[in-house]
Protein backbone atom coordinates (compact mmCIF):
# COMPACT_ATOMS: atom_id res chain seq x y z
CA UNK A 1 0.00 0.00 0.00
CA UNK A 2 0.69 3.73 -0.56
CA UNK A 3 1.48 5.82 2.41
CA UNK A 4 3.22 8.73 3.64
CA UNK A 5 3.98 9.43 6.91
CA UNK A 6 4.63 13.36 8.23
CA UNK A 7 5.39 12.23 12.13
CA UNK A 8 5.32 16.12 13.57
CA UNK A 9 2.79 18.01 13.63
CA UNK A 10 4.34 20.78 14.46
CA UNK A 11 7.90 22.10 14.00
CA UNK A 12 8.85 25.63 15.29
CA UNK A 13 12.43 26.77 15.18
CA UNK A 14 13.90 30.49 15.68
CA UNK A 15 14.96 32.57 12.58
CA UNK A 16 18.33 31.52 11.02
CA UNK A 17 17.75 28.22 12.33
CA UNK A 18 18.34 24.59 10.55
CA UNK A 19 15.15 23.06 9.26
CA UNK A 20 14.11 19.59 8.79
CA UNK A 21 10.82 18.59 7.88
CA UNK A 22 10.90 14.10 8.00
CA UNK A 23 9.00 12.72 5.54
CA UNK A 24 9.07 8.98 5.34
CA UNK A 25 7.13 6.75 2.85
CA UNK A 26 5.81 3.52 2.06
CA UNK A 27 5.87 2.15 -1.76
CA UNK A 28 6.13 -1.21 -3.29
CA UNK A 29 7.95 0.04 -6.75
CA UNK A 30 9.62 3.58 -7.69
CA UNK A 31 8.16 6.64 -6.45
CA UNK A 32 8.13 10.18 -7.53
CA UNK A 33 8.58 12.55 -4.22
CA UNK A 34 7.07 15.65 -3.89
CA UNK A 35 7.15 18.24 -1.16
CA UNK A 36 3.93 21.14 -1.59
CA UNK A 37 3.21 24.41 0.59
CA UNK A 38 0.27 26.06 1.56
CA UNK A 39 1.03 29.35 2.98
CA UNK A 40 -1.86 31.15 4.74
CA UNK A 41 -4.80 31.94 3.27
CA UNK A 42 -3.08 30.63 0.00
CA UNK A 43 -3.38 27.45 -1.97
CA UNK A 44 -1.76 24.54 -2.02
CA UNK A 45 0.88 24.41 -4.05
CA UNK A 46 4.18 22.43 -5.47
CA UNK A 47 7.49 23.25 -3.68
CA UNK A 48 9.94 21.30 -5.10
CA UNK A 49 10.40 17.07 -6.85
CA UNK A 50 13.01 15.03 -6.37
CA UNK A 51 13.51 14.19 -10.11
CA UNK A 52 14.26 17.88 -10.77
CA UNK A 53 17.08 17.75 -7.87
CA UNK A 54 16.77 21.37 -7.41
CA UNK A 55 16.67 23.95 -4.58
CA UNK A 56 13.34 26.14 -4.20
CA UNK A 57 13.21 28.94 -1.75
CA UNK A 58 16.62 27.26 -0.35
CA UNK A 59 14.62 24.24 0.66
CA UNK A 60 16.43 21.03 -0.40
CA UNK A 61 15.38 17.38 -0.15
CA UNK A 62 17.08 14.25 -1.08
CA UNK A 63 15.13 10.83 -1.96
CA UNK A 64 16.75 8.19 0.12
CA UNK A 65 16.07 4.91 -1.42
CA UNK A 66 17.06 2.94 1.82
CA UNK A 67 15.40 4.65 4.51
CA UNK A 68 11.82 5.08 2.55
CA UNK A 69 12.82 9.04 3.10
CA UNK A 70 12.77 12.29 1.70
CA UNK A 71 13.20 14.84 4.27
CA UNK A 72 12.72 18.38 3.49
CA UNK A 73 15.62 20.69 4.64
CA UNK A 74 16.77 24.15 4.90
CA UNK A 75 19.78 25.42 6.57
CA UNK A 76 18.55 28.92 7.77
CA UNK A 77 14.80 29.50 8.55
CA UNK A 78 12.95 32.53 7.71
CA UNK A 79 9.94 34.12 9.03
CA UNK A 80 8.33 33.72 5.52
CA UNK A 81 8.61 29.92 5.76
CA UNK A 82 5.75 29.48 7.81
CA UNK A 83 3.16 27.52 6.44
CA UNK A 84 2.04 23.80 6.13
CA UNK A 85 4.04 21.57 4.38
CA UNK A 86 2.58 18.19 2.73
CA UNK A 87 4.99 14.93 1.43
CA UNK A 88 3.14 13.46 -1.29
CA UNK A 89 4.19 10.40 -3.73
CA UNK A 90 3.09 9.63 -6.87
CA UNK A 91 3.95 5.99 -8.67
CA UNK A 92 6.05 7.23 -11.62
CA UNK A 93 3.15 6.23 -14.20
CA UNK A 94 0.36 7.04 -12.03
CA UNK A 95 -1.37 10.48 -12.02
CA UNK A 96 -2.89 10.89 -8.41
CA UNK A 97 -0.81 12.14 -5.34
CA UNK A 98 -0.87 9.96 -1.54
CA UNK A 99 -0.34 12.72 0.84
CA UNK A 100 0.90 12.88 4.21
CA UNK A 101 -0.90 14.29 7.13
CA UNK A 102 1.35 17.35 7.02
CA UNK A 103 3.51 19.97 9.38
CA UNK A 104 3.03 22.90 10.48
CA UNK A 105 6.35 25.05 10.10
CA UNK A 106 6.44 28.20 12.73
CA UNK A 107 9.43 30.21 12.43
CA UNK A 108 9.60 32.59 15.67
CA UNK A 109 11.67 36.07 15.16
CA UNK B 1 -9.53 32.43 -15.63
CA UNK B 2 -5.44 32.44 -14.42
CA UNK B 3 -6.14 30.10 -11.94
CA UNK B 4 -8.20 26.97 -10.90
CA UNK B 5 -11.60 27.93 -9.38
CA UNK B 6 -13.96 26.56 -7.30
CA UNK B 7 -17.41 27.75 -5.94
CA UNK B 8 -18.98 27.89 -3.62
CA UNK B 9 -16.01 28.53 -1.43
CA UNK B 10 -18.07 27.44 1.84
CA UNK B 11 -21.47 25.43 1.86
CA UNK B 12 -23.34 24.37 4.82
CA UNK B 13 -25.78 21.45 4.03
CA UNK B 14 -28.58 19.73 6.58
CA UNK B 15 -27.80 16.37 6.76
CA UNK B 16 -29.83 13.84 3.77
CA UNK B 17 -29.59 17.32 2.05
CA UNK B 18 -27.83 16.89 -1.84
CA UNK B 19 -24.67 19.43 -2.32
CA UNK B 20 -23.20 19.72 -5.94
CA UNK B 21 -19.70 21.50 -5.86
CA UNK B 22 -17.85 23.30 -8.86
CA UNK B 23 -14.40 23.50 -10.31
CA UNK B 24 -13.40 25.18 -13.39
CA UNK B 25 -9.79 24.27 -14.16
CA UNK B 26 -7.29 26.40 -16.26
CA UNK B 27 -8.44 26.47 -19.86
CA UNK B 28 -7.01 23.84 -22.04
CA UNK B 29 -6.11 21.58 -18.98
CA UNK B 30 -6.13 17.75 -19.86
CA UNK B 31 -6.62 16.83 -16.41
CA UNK B 32 -8.80 17.36 -13.32
CA UNK B 33 -8.85 15.65 -10.25
CA UNK B 34 -10.54 16.18 -7.14
CA UNK B 35 -9.44 15.85 -3.64
CA UNK B 36 -11.12 15.17 -0.02
CA UNK B 37 -9.28 17.08 2.72
CA UNK B 38 -10.56 16.18 6.54
CA UNK B 39 -9.60 18.63 9.30
CA UNK B 40 -5.97 17.94 10.29
CA UNK B 41 -5.47 15.82 7.35
CA UNK B 42 -3.80 15.84 4.19
CA UNK B 43 -5.97 15.52 0.79
CA UNK B 44 -7.07 12.23 -0.11
CA UNK B 45 -7.80 11.63 -3.78
CA UNK B 46 -11.59 11.01 -4.69
CA UNK B 47 -11.40 10.79 -8.65
CA UNK B 48 -9.31 11.91 -11.59
CA UNK B 49 -10.75 12.98 -15.47
CA UNK B 50 -8.69 13.02 -18.58
CA UNK B 51 -10.26 15.47 -20.35
CA UNK B 52 -14.01 14.59 -20.30
CA UNK B 53 -13.31 10.39 -19.58
CA UNK B 54 -13.51 9.64 -15.98
CA UNK B 55 -10.82 7.45 -15.80
CA UNK B 56 -10.57 6.75 -11.87
CA UNK B 57 -12.72 7.02 -9.28
CA UNK B 58 -11.60 4.78 -6.72
CA UNK B 59 -11.29 6.91 -3.92
CA UNK B 60 -14.89 8.27 -3.98
CA UNK B 61 -15.95 7.15 -0.77
CA UNK B 62 -19.49 5.80 -1.16
CA UNK B 63 -21.96 5.59 -3.95
CA UNK B 64 -22.89 8.90 -2.34
CA UNK B 65 -20.06 10.77 -4.60
CA UNK B 66 -20.79 11.52 -8.12
CA UNK B 67 -18.13 13.48 -10.60
CA UNK B 68 -18.51 14.58 -13.77
CA UNK B 69 -16.80 16.35 -16.53
CA UNK B 70 -19.45 16.51 -19.38
CA UNK B 71 -17.42 18.38 -21.93
CA UNK B 72 -13.98 18.26 -21.08
CA UNK B 73 -13.81 21.21 -18.65
CA UNK B 74 -15.80 22.43 -15.89
CA UNK B 75 -16.10 19.15 -13.59
CA UNK B 76 -18.78 18.96 -10.93
CA UNK B 77 -18.58 16.61 -8.06
CA UNK B 78 -22.18 15.93 -6.34
CA UNK B 79 -22.68 14.45 -2.89
CA UNK B 80 -26.16 12.58 -1.84
CA UNK B 81 -28.06 12.62 1.47
CA UNK B 82 -24.89 14.26 3.21
CA UNK B 83 -23.75 12.82 6.61
CA UNK B 84 -21.86 14.64 8.85
CA UNK B 85 -18.53 12.82 7.90
CA UNK B 86 -18.64 14.41 4.58
CA UNK B 87 -17.67 17.47 6.14
CA UNK B 88 -14.09 18.11 4.95
CA UNK B 89 -12.84 20.65 2.13
CA UNK B 90 -12.63 19.33 -1.36
CA UNK B 91 -9.95 20.77 -3.25
CA UNK B 92 -10.13 20.40 -7.00
CA UNK B 93 -6.71 20.63 -9.34
CA UNK B 94 -6.19 20.61 -12.62
CA UNK B 95 -2.83 19.90 -15.34
CA UNK B 96 -1.72 20.50 -18.78
CA UNK B 97 -0.95 17.21 -19.32
CA UNK B 98 -1.32 13.70 -18.70
CA UNK B 99 1.51 12.18 -16.24
CA UNK B 100 1.42 14.52 -13.20
CA UNK B 101 5.33 13.50 -12.90
CA UNK B 102 6.40 15.42 -15.61
CA UNK B 103 7.93 19.13 -15.32
CA UNK B 104 4.05 20.23 -14.94
CA UNK B 105 2.75 19.81 -11.98
CA UNK B 106 -0.99 20.36 -10.46
CA UNK B 107 -2.66 23.94 -10.02
CA UNK B 108 -4.87 23.69 -7.24
CA UNK B 109 -8.21 25.54 -6.30
CA UNK B 110 -8.40 27.68 -3.37
CA UNK B 111 -11.38 24.59 -2.22
CA UNK B 112 -14.80 24.25 -0.93
CA UNK B 113 -15.04 24.47 2.90
CA UNK B 114 -18.48 21.88 3.30
CA UNK B 115 -19.90 21.27 6.72
CA UNK B 116 -23.26 19.01 6.87
CA UNK B 117 -24.94 19.80 10.39
Known amino acids: AQRVTQPEKLLSVFKGAPVELKCNYSYSGSPELFWYVQYSRQRLQLLLRHISRESIKGFTADLNKGETSFHLKKPFAQEEDSAMYYC???????????FGAGTILRVKS | GAGVSQSPRYKVAKRGQDVALRCDPISGHVSLFWYQQALGQGPEFLTYFQNEAQLDKSGLPSDRFFAERPEGSVSTLKIQRTQQEDSAVYLC???????????????FGSGTRLTVV
Open chain 2, 93 to 107: ASSLVVRMTSNYGYT
Open chain 1, 88 to 98: ALSGVYGNKLV
